[in-house]
């Protein structure tokens, strides 16, 4: 049962239907790593300071929220300086709503999930004569609608995220399947044929999930068929590269790395693996995390990193790791290598610590910074839950106070949450992205809140952090 009684009565009103709903779900994920015997021996339980570090993010996020609801109600993103709203096409496509919404369910916000959802459902259309990336289209608003479908059995999601998925299949129609950039949601048209293995690879999950939700296949294979396309292009080496031409199927740049553009890739061969026990996607994963721990990871004197390499070589290129390789202590772990995944997110932490709040980007060997912005990211907060939930090691959740003291301390404003230009100096930009309320406070929610909150021998998360549960 829920350990609900750690946690304030709102959050137990939500978090009890929820573990319900898991214990009649289908049995365990295949092959789903396992703890050793001996991290579980040394298991911790929740403490009455993990129930109030749960309710004090609980309450950032209801701040954020009231934040957008009052200034940037019916748009994609809260633009918390200028106290306005950015449309990522033109039109609202609710992004903030719908990557919010499964948010919202975890943290036992009934009221205001229930109040959402009814307007998602009457005013969201996807019948816009608009060209939108499909890449980002899939994560976020597939991936919301069909996670907050699931959490609330609201039908009417469904029939959105499927008309959404009708709408985006044509990307795929490409010489090679690998999906273009751009399509056009009324037409059909696309455009982009550069692109990268993260916006090829990382579809699966999501149409995946439709297409069993549905019974329509032809989600599944296109998305399946683009991912194996992709991989089949892989170097000698087992590594891709940085972009490729979706209609001749050539690279164009040859760098190899596990930050943005490839990264999310990586993490759906394991995840499609073990959401849908593929197995083209177990043995892609381990032939791929065997090339990428070859000739991508570096023991450096700083600690412990992963760089950039010549795809077809091997020969290391570059020795920057940034804000969005802090995904891969988590990726590493889910997959049963915690040796490795300590080590990385001991090095993460230590880019964060650096200067009070991690930097997009610095070069790991001499420690300076080369990107110097911070976006609000989740991905060293994702890491911290993975570990944490697998080590059951109190080093994460105090890492993950960190987080949130320095996200109150240099981000926070008097109606949201602001992005920084600058860690050096933390200046503020105006801008708060949808993920902020999908990812980081949800992460940052789940590292404290009790562990079967989501059950992770049922549940898979997508990489915009909405929880994918396996019925099928």
Known sequence: M???KLL??????ALLPFCAVQTKSAGALPNTPTVPAQLKAAAGTLTPNDAE?????????????????????????????SKSYHDWYGVPLLMSPVDGLDTMILMGMTDEAAQTREYIAKNLSFDRDIYVKNFEITIRLLGGLLSSYQLSGDKRLLALADDLGTRLLPA????????????????GAVRGESTNPAEIGTLLLEFG?????????????????ALVELYNRRSPVGLVGSSINIKTGEWTDPV?????????????????????DDKDCERMWKASIEAVNKYLADQAPTGFWYGQANMNTGARTGTTFGALDAFFPGTLALSGDLDRARKLEDSAYKMWTTSGIEPEEMNYMTMKITADGYELRPEIIESAY?????????????????????????CRTDVGYAALSDVATKTKKDE?????????????????????????????????????????
């Not at 749960?54 to 934040?67: C, I, N, P, S, T």
């Not at 999930?209 to 068929?225: F, Q």
């Not at 993950?400 to 320095?406: A, I, L, N, V």
């Not at 309320?437 to 404290?448: C, D, G, I, N, P």
Request: proline letters at 6%; a positive charge; hydrophobic letters at 40%.
């Open 172 to 187: 795929f129609n490409s010489p090679t399947g690998m999906p273009y950039v751009y399509v056009n949601l009324k037409t």
């Open 432 to 472: 708060m992205e949808s993920f902020f309320f999908a990812e980081t406070l949800k992460y940052l929610f789940l590292l404290y809140a009790p562990p079967d909150t989501v059950d992770l021998s049922k549940v898979v998360f997508n990489t915009e952090a909405h929880p994918i549960r396996r019925t099928w």
């Open 256 to 276: 190899s790395h596990i930050s943005g553009g490839i990264d999310s890739y990586y993490e759906y061969l394991l995840k499609a693996w073990l959401l849908f």
């Open 8 to 13: 304030s009565p709102c959050l137990v009103v």
């Open 2 to 4: 829920c350990l609900s």
């Open 386 to 410: 993975y570990l944490r939930h697998f080590t059951k090691d109190p080093r994460y959740p105090e890492m993950g106070k960190t987080f949130f003291d320095s996200l109150v301390k240099y």
């Open 53 to 81: 570090m749960a309710e004090r993010v609980r309450q950032e996020f209801l701040h954020a929220w009231q934040g957008y609801k009052q200034y940037a109600w019916g748009h994609d993103a809260f633009k918390p300086l």
């Open 209 to 225: 999930t439709l297409s069993k939700l549905t019974g329509k296949p032809i989600y599944y294979d296109k998305a399946k068929h």
